[in-house]
């Protein structure tokens, strides 16, 4: 009886078995595979300066060659956690001076070269010696060895904790041996990466076109192609998203559209991510009469930040009273403590010590570029101009240049005062001091401050590795940056992208990076 009773046993485990497996095949078989869109196209107003990563140091250039080329670093898309990309590991000294990286073997550039040390060390070299934009990031490194073909050791001048964060931004990125090292790659042509997209066409500022490479070492990306279509207002570009001309429309739209465009869930998808961009006024603290601390100090005190957040971006973005963004370690409201808000008797108050009255009226130029921050800033600049001029004391001269005008006229040291933005390079506190108030900083931004006392802050700040103790080093720049004012932070923003409903992939994180490679749409 027991023999029998066994075998009935097992039998009937081998037929539920059979009915498993039969059911899984069948469900395998009569589920078709998952297909996706071929294309999909993008809609922004934003524009492309350059795509070479030792020069690009605007949003759209970058964020262009995050989809198109690597670091030894990356982001984890959705939560800007440091993971392995091009480096598999690595190994840091206990001193914090030697980066000790295991590269990936078998990646290709979209050229058909071949990735390996010699080409991180003369990539990290080039960006270097070409001295572009973004060069001071890589000020740390002070030299670069080759071990072996797959291992690389980066040398720093002092311990730096933002390092590996560092290395995940564009100007660190690996480039094709193919690269000449003497010279920036200017448009209409672009640098060659390794990344899951490689750049087959560009017309700047009509329309540039990436494929999927086809020998991408990671994981492919599911649309083939990505045409980004520039738009000269945002206007067209809402109307075209609505109308289903465009699948994503990114940077940017109106928040008046925005809001709109939240109620039409039939029509299009918005999508709202957290924002790390801040908005700021820059000061070029050589130039006269913006040399005069109390001058940069009415102004500080003058401007009206609440109204521009509400009139101008109907609350898409808040009052920021610190270049470190809200909601990021070490953020303090120190321009707040020492100046309030639109503190109009205060002043009044710094304007008289700088030796301006009712009569003798402080004149002074604010310049803005008219696009690439969206079609709102000229909004954004008169409602400044009106804050500063409620003082009696103040007339101000609103002056628009177009985007490659304004980056050179504002590194030559032309504008006396005018607006910026920043997204981040990494996500660390001192990506939001470091360039713009620290000595070898600063003049890139045109802001040219220079301040010993503050430069030994940064550098402190930079080389300790307890998160508790930079953040008190951080409250002491922050009061330094309130009290000199080089810079006026504004706001800060949130993400939005619209899409078509039936798109998928778009991940808004802490990073600012717009990850085309992980955009589709599935199709029947």
Same mark, same amino acid.
């Given at each position: ?264 869930? $039939? /029509?299009?998808? !918005?999508? &709202?991510?957290?924002? *790390?961009? %801040? ?5 070029? @603290? ?108 103040? $007339? /101000?001269?609103? !002056?628009? &240049?177009?985007?490659? *005008?304004? %980056? ?5 040291? @032309? ?110």
């Amino acid at each position: 009886m027991v023999a029998k009773k066994t075998t009935l046993i097992i039998a009937a485990i081998v037929i539920v078995a059979a009915l498993v497996v039969g059911a899984v095949v069948w469900q395998y078989l009569a589920a078709p595979p998952v297909k996706y869109a071929e294309s999909l196209t993008v809609g922004t107003t934003d524009k492309i300066t350059i795509l070479d990563p030792a020069h690009a140091y605007d949003y759209l250039s970058c964020n262009v060659m995050q989809n198109t080329m690597e670091g030894l670093t990356t982001f984890e898309p959705g939560t800007g956690d440091v993971k392995p990309c091009l480096a598999e590991s690595w190994e840091i000294s206990d001193d914090g001076l030697v980066y000790t990286f295991h590269l990936r073997k078998g990646v290709k550039f979209h050229d058909g070269t071949s990735f390996n040390a010699d080409v991180v060390k003369a990539s990290l070299e080039r960006a270097i010696n070409l001295q572009g934009d973004p060069a001071f990031l890589l000020d740390v490194i002070d030299r670069v060895e080759v071990v072996d073909d797959y291992t690389v050791k980066i040398y720093l001048k002092y311990p730096f904790s933002p390092m590996l964060a560092v290395l995940a931004f564009t100007v660190s990125y690996p480039v094709s041996p193919n690269t000449p090292t003497d010279s920036f790659v200017e448009p209409p042509n672009w640098v060659v990466g390794t990344g899951p997209y490689k750049i087959a066409s560009w017309s700047p500022d009509k329309e540039l076109v990436l494929e999927a490479f086809d020998d991408y070492w990671g994981t492919p990306p599911k649309t083939k192609r990505i045409v980004i279509r520039f738009y000269e207002r945002a206007e067209t570009l809402r109307m075209d998203v609505e109308t289903g001309a465009i699948d994503v429309a990114f940077r940017h739209l109106l928040p008046a559209d925005i809001v709109d465009l939240k109620n039409k869930p $039939e /029509v299009v998808k !918005v999508w &709202e991510g957290p924002g *790390t961009f %801040i908005r700021y006024i820059v000061f070029n @603290v050589t130039q006269p009469p913006f040399d005069n601390v109390n001058v940069r100090r009415a102004i500080a005190a003058a401007v009206n930040r609440e109204i521009i957040c509400e009139q101008v971006f109907l609350g898409t973005t808040t009052p920021l009273y610190s270049m470190i963004p809200m909601g990021m370690w070490g953020h303090t409201d120190a321009y707040k403590d020492k100046y309030g808000e639109h503190n109009i008797e205060l002043a009044k108050q710094y304007l008289q010590a700088a030796g301006y009255s009712e009569t003798n009226k402080l004149k002074i130029k604010l310049y803005y570029t008219p696009t690439h921050y969206g079609t709102m800033e000229a909004d954004v600049a008169q409602l400044i101009k009106n804050a500063l001029e409620e003082t009696g004391m103040i $007339e /101000v001269e609103l !002056v628009y &240049e177009e985007w490659a *005008t304004y %980056i050179d006229h504002m590194t030559a040291g @032309v504008y006396g005062m005018f607006l910026l933005g920043w997204y981040p390079d990494y996500l660390d506190p001192d990506d939001y001091i470091y360039p713009f108030v620290h000595s070898s900083g600063s003049p890139s931004l045109g802001c040219f401050y220079s301040n010993p006392t503050m430069d030994k802050l940064i550098e402190d700040a930079r080389k300790e590795s307890d998160v508790s103790k930079r953040t008190e080093i951080y409250k002491d720049i922050q009061d330094l940056m309130a009290d000199e004012v080089p810079v006026l932070p504004l706001f800060q923003g949130k993400q939005y992208c619209v899409t078509k409903p039936d798109v998928k992939g778009v991940t808004l994180d802490t990073t600012m990076i717009f990850r085309y490679y992980l955009l589709y749409r599935e199709v029947s």
